[in-house]
């Protein structure tokens, strides 16, 4: 059931109509949010349950609930009903201790302390079970269901598996092959969706974590993968893998057979805005730049009026589209006017909306050229790569030498120009963020493209360049629905709950900085940052 624009869990018609169904945790936890301050105005406490299938998020669900809860004021408990299995390290032994969690809630709820769980107005409960209301021994106020598909929650089940020294990543891979041929029946348990029709909310779970765990075919390989990090693969028979795509286990094809596909630009108000030539000197430039494998992503070119705009344009993604937005003006005016808005700027530094097209496209089509999707490098080197893309498309640059030397004269040409904000690019222990509030101007672009071009000639080429965009990540994914904090992981729950915003942007600062720090470190092989930093200014001045 779809939900009103901010209408709460009570208002809907709950029950026999089914849950309200949400498409994002942003939506369930905004929706959520609200009924429980309200519930908070009729009744002293609030129970709710958080459920779902092993893997499905829920735990990450009821994490982002608790801050949602007290940045608005209401103190949260939560509390994990893995805390209460017995024999929890025997995956074919442990059980809930159904009377130790029911009793733990009830004296919760008089106000007692339970070992590290303290009273509270609001009680969170998360587990799989928790979907029943015998288990909690009462009916919750709120009922939460956290879904998510097979290979996501696969993923992150043989992770856990692993980690806990159940099975290694290559004894799980052999056994879920097996048993999609052998005894499929078995998956299915894993798969069985419990009656939600009296849950009040549905959360489809589409986010990906950072770290998170991927499990796919390629080839005639199943393969497990987590994000900037482990791999595994094994061989696997034509029999298994349809048996394992009926259970939704994804197949790929290998990237060494995929090749660009043709640019698919969707522009319903004014057919033709970006011209044919610039698509092909897109390609180009992965062309002259030697990068293969590149997928662009369809884009729709949307207009809005001037006041409606964050700027002359910008890339908006959502979750299923991505759009590239630009001011109105630039449709609606007369550019041989005096007073239009291209006559003004021809006056100024702007490449043209051309460039710019190709610019904003580099950003989204670098998640193919990384293998992740919707993440963005750290700000210097993400501008970086767009500018390197948008440069090396460029009709009087012929080679990558050429491209090397105006890289090297625009940035020696800001030192001297701009110096305060290209030294700022250029000091690699303080690297730009994007949660940093500083407007650095061309000094990132054309900084973080003249590293980039350093590490491709000195350090290993494109696959070297690559993987240094790879492993230095800005700490959002690029998504405007899903902006999940990359470093929470790293951080006790109880650390992040209680940071001000303040603080959380600071962790982010500094989180991608180590990462930065890390990945240039690892792809150079030199000692320190400082050396990186000296290395760097002796090639822009030779």
Not at 43 to 65: A, D, M, P, Y
Not at 333 to 358: A, C, I, M, R
Not at 430 to 441: A, G, I
Request: glycine share 6%.
């Amino acid at each position: 059931m779809e939900k009103e624009p901010n209408q709460s869990i009570e208002q809907q018609e709950v029950g026999d109509n089914g849950p309200v169904e949400v498409e994002s945790f942003e939506e369930g936890l905004d929706i959520s949010t609200k009924d429980v301050k309200e519930l908070l105005t009729k009744q002293e406490q609030v129970l709710i349950s958080v459920s779902g299938k092993t893997g499905s998020g829920k735990s990450e669900f009821t994490r982002q609930l608790g801050e949602s809860l007290e940045g608005d004021n209401m103190e949260a408990t939560l509390i994990s009903s893995d805390d209460f299995y017995v024999n929890p390290e025997n995956v074919e032994e442990k059980r809930l201790d159904i009377e130790k969690l029911q009793d733990t809630i009830t004296r919760l709820q008089k106000g007692e302390v339970i070992g590290k769980y303290r009273p509270s107005k609001v009680i969170v409960v998360e587990g799989v079970q928790v979907i029943d209301n015998e288990v909690l021994g009462q009916k919750p106020d709120q009922n939460i269901y956290v879904e998510a598909d097979f290979n996501r929650r696969m993923g992150r089940k043989l992770l856990r598996d692993k980690e806990s020294g159940y099975r290694s990543i290559k004894e799980q891979l052999g056994l879920l092959a097996k048993l999609s041929v052998d005894n499929p029946d078995r998956i299915r348990e894993f798969e069985d969706t419990p009656d939600v029709s009296d849950v009040d909310l549905l959360v489809h779970n589409s986010y990906e974590a950072p770290g998170s765990a991927g499990l796919y075919v390629e080839g005639n390989k199943l393969i497990f993968s987590v994000e900037g990090g482990e791999r595994e693969e094994l061989e696997v028979s034509d029999e298994q893998i349809k048996a394992m795509a009926e259970f939704g286990v994804e197949t790929r094809h290998p990237v060494s057979e995929q090749s660009p596909k043709e640019l698919e630009i969707n522009s319903p108000e004014k057919e033709g805005f970006i011209e044919s030539e610039t698509l092909e000197e897109f390609s180009n430039g992965f062309e002259l730049l030697g990068i293969e494998n590149w997928q662009p992503p369809n884009v729709s070119i949307k207009f809005i009026e001037p006041e409606k705009t964050i700027g002359l344009s910008y890339t908006e993604v959502k979750e299923d589209e991505i759009n590239i937005i630009y001011d109105k003006r630039f449709i609606t005016e007369n550019e041989d006017d005096d007073n239009s808005l291209l006559s003004q700027l021809k006056q100024t530094d702007f490449p043209g909306v051309q460039q710019v097209f190709k610019h904003e496209l580099a950003h989204v089509t670098m998640w193919s050229v990384t293998g992740q999707e919707r993440q963005p490098a750290i700000r210097l080197l993400d501008e970086g790569w767009a500018s390197l893309i948008e440069h090396a498309s460029v009709k009087d640059i012929n080679s990558v030498e050429e491209l090397i030397e105006k890289a090297k004269q625009d940035v020696l040409e800001g030192l001297g120009d701009d110096e305060e904000n290209y030294n700022k690019c250029l000091d690699f222990n303080d690297p730009p963020s994007q949660y940093k509030d500083e407007n650095l101007n061309a000094a990132e672009y054309t900084t973080g493209r003249a590293v980039l071009l350093w590490i491709r000639e000195n350090y290993g080429g494109n696959e070297s360049m690559i993987e240094l965009l790879k492993n230095s990540s800005e700490a959002n994914k690029r998504n405007d629905k899903h902006k999940q904090d990359e470093f929470n992981e790293q951080f006790p729950k109880e650390t992040i709950v209680n940071l001000t915003k303040k603080e959380k942007k600071a962790e982010k600062i500094q989180w991608e900085q180590e990462q930065f720090k890390k990945a240039i470190l690892e792809v150079t092989k030199l000692s320190d940052i400082s050396e990186v930093e000296l290395e760097f200014r002796k090639w822009l001045d030779k």
